[in-house]
C-alpha cells in the first residue's frame, strides 16, 4: 500500500481503463456522479479549474466543452498521455500535467501564480494514499471565495469494516476485469471533514448518491469554500 504501489497498479490499468471509459466514460460516471458534481461546481465560461486525479480527462473535457480553462492532472503517465490524445479537441482549454497529490511542492507549481477558482475531483479521493498535502495545497491554490467539489466514496456505507472511525487501506476493483486490483483508503468522515476545516475551508454543499433502488448511498459530493475572508488569503 502507498503511492508508489497505487502508481504502479493505475499504470497497469490505464489502458484498460482509457478503452472502457472512452469518450464518454460510463453510466454510473455520467448519471450518478456527473450532475451531482455539476450543480455543486456551476461551471461557467471563464473558470479557472483545477482537475484533481482526471484519469483519461472525461470531466476536463466537459468542462472546457462548458468554457472553462482547466489545469488537469494525474500522477499516471500513461493516463495522461490518453488524456492528451483523447480530449485533442479541447487541448487550447485544457492543459493536462502529470502530477502526485500527495506531493505538496509538486502541487503548488500547478498553479503556476495563478489561482484557481475551482477545484473538482472526480472519484479519487478514496484512491489516493495521503490527502493532507492535496487538501493544504488546494485550499492555498483557490482564490477567495473559491470552491472545491469533490466525489468520493461514501464512507459511512463503503467501507471495509466494522471499524468505521479507524482509517485503513483495502483492496477493490473500480471497473469489472481491471488487469490489477486497485488500492482503496477509508477514512471517516470527521477524518473528511476535519482536512478542510483545518485548511480554513467551510462545506457548503453536501450530496449522498445511490446508485441501486435501495436506499443506501454510495457515493457523496462534498462542495468546500475558501470564505472570501480567510486567513490564508
Ligand atoms: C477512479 S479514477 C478517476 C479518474 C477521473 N477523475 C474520472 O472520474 O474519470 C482515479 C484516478 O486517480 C488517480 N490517482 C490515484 N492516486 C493518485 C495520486 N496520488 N496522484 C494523482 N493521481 C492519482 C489514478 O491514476 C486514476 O486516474
Not at 450530496?207 to 488569503?233: C, F, G, H, S, W
Amino acid at each position: 500500500m502507498g503511492t508508489a504501489e497505487d502508481k504502479v497498479i493505475w499504470e497497469t490499468n490505464a489502458d484498460f481503463w482509457d478503452t472502457y471509459m472512452g469518450d464518454d466514460s460510463n453510466v454510473f460516471h455520467r448519471e450518478i456522479v456527473r450532475p451531482p458534481v455539476e450543480k455543486l461546481l456551476q461551471v461557467q465560461p471563464g473558470d479557472h479549474i483545477l482537475d484533481i486525479a482526471c484519469g483519461t480527462g472525461n470531466f476536463s473535457a466537459r468542462m472546457a466543452e462548458l468554457g472553462a480553462e482547466v489545469v488537469a492532472f494525474d500522477f499516471s503517465e500513461k493516463m495522461i498521455a490518453h488524456a492528451r490524445e483523447r480530449r485533442r479537441v479541447f487541448l487550447d482549454r485544457i492543459t493536462f500535467a502529470v502530477c502526485d497529490a500527495t506531493d505538496y511542492d509538486g502541487l503548488m507549481k500547478l498553479a503556476n501564480n495563478k489561482r484557481f477558482n475551482k477545484a473538482v475531483s472526480l472519484m479519487a479521493i478514496m484512491d489516493i494514499a495521503n490527502i493532507e498535502p492535496l487538501f493544504r495545497a488546494v485550499a492555498q491554490m483557490l482564490d477567495p471565495n473559491g470552491i472545491f467539489v469533490f466525489a468520493t466514496h461514501h464512507p459511512c456505507f463503503q467501507r471495509p469494516t466494522d471499524k468505521y472511525l479507524t482509517s485503513c487501506s483495502h483492496q477493490g476493483e473500480a471497473l469489472k476485469g481491471q488487469p490489477v486490483v486497485q488500492n482503496y483508503y477509508h477514512r471517516s468522515l470527521q477524518e473528511i471533514f476535519n482536512l478542510c476545516f483545518t485548511n480554513g475551508l467551510v462545506i457548503d454543499g453536501f450530496y449522498e448518491e445511490k446508485d441501486t433502488e435501495d436506499e443506501i448511498p454510495v457515493i457523496m459530493i462534498v462542495r468546500a469554500r475558501k470564505p472570501a475572508l480567510n486567513r490564508l488569503n
